[in-house]
């Protein structure tokens, strides 16, 4: 290396005789580990958050006739009422295609139809998270995040690993407890690096062998069969990307985590922030810039003292018992938690002086809106990372896809696609 050499972190790491991790370095244009961001330009992150179960109805959308930034926020939403102008609510996205009341969040980022496959009583699509990832996930040793909870579908969320689906609408695998997160984040392999080396050596001539067998095997195939072996071979082909992935990274030591472990069986509002600074942390290191998270609701309705099921409150009566009451404390709560996250989205400093919440756009929400509605999808929108205009009440036209808001969001952080699921086109009010 020169002196008149261009800084780079990849040139340091190529010229060195250990992999180590530089520290964040303004001669590098503020880049964080292997980030491609130009100088002065911080990477955009994307997070999506969803709840099973849904809201109180009465008490959690603001009233449709206050419109634009003339609103108040309702009881569900008050604990929000200090970020009232860096958020936006929107009403009246539904997907259309959606017919299960226990699906919280199944189909809440794909817009897909379930019965698209015929003959097939189940399929989806690719959720608008990895839609980005395969853009802003490139430069990250994760190329995206999926956190979760245990026994998800009895938390309102049905079928899936996680949130997220990949393109050809198989359910990717999150990680649903936090220490398992933090370890994975932040904690040193314990095997070392010649043998995870050799391991994935001899992963990849397996990969071989198979590619191999399979084209011979295709040539006698019938036309149908063959489809079957094709979508084999594509999940081959993602195995191995994510092999190169791995690769990549091997070498490089993960970053020092700007927090301590978390203890083990954190449950309600102690587990849910918890996960909420694990992603400031994968933030602020850089490990990942793109977030899924589906959320518990029944052990958040146990450390509240609610004696209900988040099942049981869907069922809530207006005029009858107790359980509209603690529906609408769940919802307070949960607003809390987000409140306290965009806290630290706003205090978290960036190298170049901004702050983490201007780069980062959040969507908060459910496929479920309330007693097992399906349509008016309850939708918060977050952050300046994707030029939204924030401060806002929107109420769109009835059984607006919410695939339009996703895919306003898509554009906005800079990907070039022009529909995703059943959208109809971008959300014009939403754009700054």
Not at 123 to 144: E, K, M, P, W
Not at 228 to 250: C, F, P
Not at 251 to 263: D, E, I
Not at 381 to 402: E, F, M, N, S, Y
Request: some cysteine; proline content about 6%.
């Amino acid at each position: 290396m020169t002196a008149n050499t261009p800084l780079s972190r990849r040139r340091f790491l190529r010229s060195s005789s250990a992999c180590i991790a530089l520290p964040i370095l303004e001669s590098l244009g503020f880049r964080k580990f292997v980030s491609a961001a130009p100088v002065n330009v911080r990477p955009k992150r994307l997070i999506f958050m969803g709840f099973g179960w849904g809201v109180t109805r009465e008490t959690w959308f603001p009233d449709q006739k206050q419109t634009g930034a003339d609103f108040v926020l309702p009881a569900g939403l008050a604990p929000l009422e200090r970020h009232r102008k860096d958020i936006t609510v929107v009403q009246n996205c539904t997907n259309k295609f959606s017919n299960e009341a226990h699906w919280g969040s199944t189909f809440w980022l794909t817009g897909a139809n379930r019965y698209a496959e015929p003959g097939q009583g189940f399929s989806n699509s690719i959720s608008a998270d990895q839609v980005a990832a395969a853009h802003l996930g490139n430069d990250t040793r994760f190329t995206s995040l999926q956190l979760g909870t245990p026994e998800a579908q009895e938390q309102g969320h049905g079928p899936g690993l996680s949130m997220a689906w990949d393109a050809r609408g198989k359910p990717i695998a999150g990680v649903d407890h936090p220490d398992a997160l933090f370890h994975r984040l932040f904690s040193a392999e314990k095997v070392s690096l010649k043998e995870r080396q050799i391991h994935l050596a001899q992963k990849r001539s397996v990969l071989d062998l198979l590619t191999g067998e399979l084209r011979s095997l295709k040539r006698r195939l019938s036309a149908a069969d063959s489809q079957k072996v094709e979508e084999y071979a594509q999940s081959i082909r993602d195995i191995e990307t994510r092999l190169g992935k791995e690769e990549k990274w091997m070498g490089v030591v993960k970053p020092a985590a700007p927090m301590g472990p978390p203890r083990e069986g954190l449950k309600g509002r102690e587990e849910i922030g918890l996960m909420y600074d694990l992603m400031l942390a994968a933030m602020q290191t850089d490990s990942s810039r793109v977030f899924t998270y589906r959320q518990p609701v029944n052990s958040l309705l146990s450390d509240l003292g609610v004696p209900y099921t988040g099942h049981d409150l869907t069922h809530y009566e207006p005029s009858q018992g107790d359980r509209m009451e603690f529906s609408q404390k769940r919802d307070a709560a949960q607003s809390a938690l987000l409140a306290g996250f965009l806290d630290k989205l706003k205090s978290i400093q960036e190298p170049d002086g901004s702050r983490l919440f201007d780069h980062v756009t959040l969507a908060y929400g459910s496929n479920i809106s309330s007693i097992h509605f399906l349509n008016n999808c309850p939708t918060i929108l977050a952050g300046g990372g994707a030029g939204i205009r924030l401060g806002q009440h929107l109420v769109l036209p009835k059984d607006t896809p919410l695939c339009n808001v996703w895919l306003t969001l898509l554009q906005g952080v800079g990907i070039a696609t022009e529909r995703h699921g059943d959208s109809t086109g971008p959300v014009s009010a939403l754009r700054a």
